[in-house]
């Protein structure tokens, strides 16, 4: 691992003692999409943008956006649950 930014610094930091308590409401549903998926998505936006170049000079930016959809999220509650199975086993 490279670095600890979002919710993996949180179990780290929960698993070492450091962070005791989270002030976070948890039914709040995270939107976590893996990083291969968010590469893809670039690359293919990347190849769209190109190829629609080619056919229309818009002098306006393409703007992107990529997130999970409601059907795929998940509640901060579901993800703590699932960290405490993973402690038990």
Known sequence: MDNFNGPVALFIGGGKGVVRVVYIDPITRS??????????????????????????????PFVYNCVA?????????????????????
Not at 37 to 58: D, F, L, P, Q, Y
């Open 69 to 89: 959809s409601h059907s795929s999220t998940v509640t901060y509650e579901t993800v703590l649950q699932l960290g405490f199975d993973a402690l038990k086993k």
């Open 31 to 60: 939107d976590y999409i893996p990083v291969d998926i968010v590469t893809k998505i670039m690359i293919v936006a990347a190849w769209k943008h190109g190829s629609k170049m080619k056919e229309t000079r818009n002098d306006l």
